[in-house]
């Protein structure tokens, strides 16, 4: 009845292969973005902005970026942290060794380098594949970590080996460091990944996206029919690192504003992947479902105990956290193997032939 | 529909729960790791920090009669989640203790702004002594730097010379807490001429640290010097058992003296070193209100009372208390503000006397701080592991200022101006 698709008819190719071909799906788009853009801004408290709606964007389009590589071109990867990590040590360079840049264009250029990393430690997938790939990846996350560790010039020789980010403004207004409103953070974020998922909606869609599907589903077959596998895969690496080295600078200068080696370590590419996997691999926004369920709702399970007036140590009120996510993750992935992404495709399934099932 | 749900329930949710910890009394929140892998050095330090604003609340009925809500949020040491908490709780918080030096270093940037006191007994960031530039930041007693100075002036014992030609291994956590005493210890091998090894544990090696272990035994140094936080201590001591390095040349920082992990070798650990600000005086008044008051009266989760860990816990929030009371007295309200917090916390003043009026004798050195001094500087006592339990063997020891307060200028400036525009505190003279 909601999603009652029955007289909605397409006259042209082009309105057939609209990104939002039913009319409810465009409706909905609109909502969730007039929600993004105008209304949590509007409500969101400071602890909101940091601890919601800001990690949860920028997760996301760390899962985005992983998801391009896993899920859309099949290879597996295990450096998702380390080439954040890349993102953010480029960001922090360009910023400290130039300071007149324009912050927003250091956060895209800082993709630039992290995707260059990324071809480099791609190159053994176009012999290897599968866990060896993984390995060869998991290869790359130690090793930068251990360069961000002992590479001084990095952090500016700073004795705590962090990074602080600076004070950094955009026309009068502060967008980076302690001074920045997180509002104008969020906004930030919101316009740089808004951007980015919109490229990566249309570029899965084109040539690039159909050739990378390919060579996830059948690398002989997709050679056999003319595709360069070589240029296949490493345009998926340059373009999932990229994503990914953006969404690391956006980590560390719109939100966490100051990052030690270690941050950047396995955990951090286990967090994002699980996000990938559970929101659905070969899905752009299963990311977002996936990063609400593992970023989001632990922050709000935390604040139910005290809202409901009931007093427990902290303590167990985390313990009691980490146990009802990994429910939770166990529970979603027996429901539906390939994530929230594909949940949702059932349901709308399902709300279209709604009331009549055959 | 679901994203939207989703992301409208959690936005509900926060917004309508975020703000609402509103408490009664005086909120000093603990930022706590009771979970994690830094759990097993954190759990006795926190229970001895709620358990002495336990004592105050039910034996004074609080301080200046406000009731202090000591509430805990748990960060598992992760600065994440630490972010979340500082968050969370700033609102109405008059200050915040971070407990961790990544957590430290991230809020520090944001109280100017947010103009709420930190509070980091014995930890955090050496240039925060520098009350000028960081105007929100307090690490009384000691910084390490202090506790790297005193740890060399302990091995040169008084006479800096005997160091000459010497070789001391710093054994530290390849973090930002175990590259603090770098620079002291840099400048100090140059002046005194003593050859230092800097050995990296990174912290996925904490307990496996053979490598490091064979690398010493290679070296042979004349001292160990070690800056290790939770597993990484318990290893490096088994570690210098089993190589059979003479552990009266083993010397470690304040959070390397935790009485389990010496419980493990026992006997074989003796002649182990830590540099301590605080002593465990079991016996003093403090403690027996603290057992008829906490202990017996069931409101305590602590495991063991007498050891160091749980005794500079009650230590670090006798700092704050004081810090409140002094500020109730200076400013003629009982529910005091986080400027007003600041103003306590800037103008500590634990002299012997009133250390005795709180039953406290010997347990901390006598130290005030002050608008340009944040640290206050105490000095701090040399305790030795005698099989069973860590008792102290030197007199009291003293930071080289000399050396330190030109350092800690340099730092603290270099650290205004990367942050700039870094709003100095002018009133201090």
């Given amino acids: ?358 | 529909m679901k994203t939207f749900n989703k992301l409208a329930l959690a936005t509900a949710l926060s917004v309508g729960f975020g703000a609402c910890a509103i408490a009664e009394g005086i909120y000093a929140p603990n930022l706590t790791y009771r979970t994690g892998p830094f759990a097993s050095t954190g759990i006795p330090l926190m229970d001895g920090q709620k358990d002495y604003m336990t004592l105050l609340n039910e034996r004074d009925g609080g301080i200046g009669g406000v009731q202090i809500n000591f509430e805990e949020c748990e960060t598992g040491y992760s600065t994440e989640k630490g972010v979340e908490c500082y968050e969370r709780t700033k609102a109405d918080a008059v200050v915040t203790q971070p407990w961790s030096t990544g957590i430290t270093l991230q809020v520090l940037p944001k109280t100017n702004t947010d103009m709420i006191p930190i509070l980091a007994p014995g930890y955090g960031f050496s240039p925060m002594a520098n009350g000028k530039v960081f105007k929100w930041a307090f690490n009384p007693p000691v910084s390490y730097w202090d506790g790297a100075s005193m740890i060399v002036d302990f091995i040169a014992d008084g006479d800096k010379g005997s160091l000459k030609g010497k070789k001391i291994v710093l054994l530290h956590l390849d973090h930002p807490f175990g590259k603090e005493p770098i620079p002291v210890l840099e400048a100090m091998a140059e002046a005194y001429d003593f050859e230092l090894k800097l050995i990296p544990v990174g912290l996925k090696e904490m307990q496996n640290q053979s490598a490091q272990w064979l690398q010493i035994r290679r070296e042979r140094p004349d001292n160990v010097i070690m800056w290790g936080w939770g597993a990484m201590n318990a290893s490096a001591i088994a570690e210098a058992v089993k190589t059979k390095y003479p552990m009266d040349q083993f010397i470690g920082v304040w959070w390397a003296g935790h009485d389990a992990d010496l419980k493990q070798v026992g006997e074989a650990g003796t002649g182990y070193k830590s540099i301590s600000w605080s002593v465990p005086q079991s016996d003093a008044p403090m403690m027996a209100d603290l057992k008829t008051h906490v202990l017996d009266a069931g409101k305590s989760t602590a495991e063991d009372p007498d050891s160091v860990f749980y005794q500079r816990g009650l230590v670090m929030s006798m700092f704050l208390a004081e810090g409140i009371a002094a500020a109730q007295a200076e400013f003629g309200v009982a529910e005091i503000n986080p400027e007003q917090m600041r103003w306590g916390l800037e103008n500590l003043n634990i002299t012997d006397e009133r250390l005795a009026e709180l039953g406290m004798t010997g347990m901390v050195p006598p130290f005030s701080t002050s608008c340009s001094n944040h640290t206050g500087h105490s000095g701090a006592w040399m305790l030795e592991w005698d099989g069973e339990k860590f008792a102290p063997v030197s007199d009291l020891l003293m930071a080289d200022a000399a050396f330190i307060e030109p350092l800690e200028m340099a730092e603290s400036m270099a650290y205004a101006e990367a942050n700039a525009p870094w709003p100095m505190n002018e009133s201090c003279e």
């Fill in chain 1, 1 to 358: 009845m909601l999603y009652r698709t029955a007289g909605q008819f397409k006259t042209s190719y082009r309105a057939d292969q609209a990104l939002f071909p039913i009319k409810q799906d465009s409706f909905l788009l609109g909502i969730i973005l007039i929600c993004a853009w105008v209304v949590f801004p509007l409500t969101a408290s400071e602890f909101t902005f940091q601890t919601i709606l800001t990690p949860i964007l920028i997760y996301s389009l760390a899962a985005l970026g992983l998801n391009i590589l896993t899920g859309f071109a099949g290879q597996l990867s295990l450096g998702t942290g380390a080439f954040m990590g890349v993102g953010a040590y480029a960001c922090y360079k360009m910023i400290t060794l130039m300071p007149w840049m324009n912050p927003v264009i250091a956060i895209l250029l800082s993709g630039v380098f992290s995707a260059g990393v990324g071809v480099a430690f791609g190159i053994p997938s176009l012999r290897i594949k599968g866990f060896y790939l993984a390995i060869a990846t998991l290869a790359a996350q130690f090793f930068l970590v251990w360069l961000f560790e002992k590479w001084s010039w990095l952090y500016n020789d700073n004795a705590s080996g962090a990074i602080q980010v600076p004070n950094l403004d955009m026309f009068g207004l502060y967008v980076a460091g302690p001074q920045a409103s997180s509002i104008t953070q969020y906004y930030l974020v919101l316009i740089i990944v808004s951007l980015l998922t919109y490229v990566a909606i249309n570029l899965t869609r084109g040539n690039l996206g159909r050739t990378w599907k390919a060579t996830r589903d059948m690398d002989i077959a997709a050679e056999l029919i003319g595709i360069n596998l070589m240029k296949s895969k490493l345009t998926a690496f340059a373009v999932s690192s990229y994503i990914v080295g953006v969404s690391g600078a956006l980590f560390v200068f719109m939100w966490r504003g100051a990052a030690e080696p270690n941050l950047f370590d396995i955990p951090l590419s286990f967090r994002v992947l699980f996000i990938a996997i559970i929101g659905g691999l070969g899905s752009i926004m299963g990311n977002y479902l996936g990063a609400i369920l593992i970023v989001g709702l632990p922050v709000v399970l935390n604040t139910v105990p005290a809202a409901l007036g009931i007093h427990i140590e902290s303590a167990l009120v985390e313990h009691l956290n980490i146990m009802i996510i990994g429910s939770l993750i166990i529970f979603f992935l027996i429901i539906e193997p390939h994530g929230l992404a594909q949940l949702w495709r059932l349901i709308r399934e399902k709300l279209i032939i709604w009331p009549f099932p055959h």
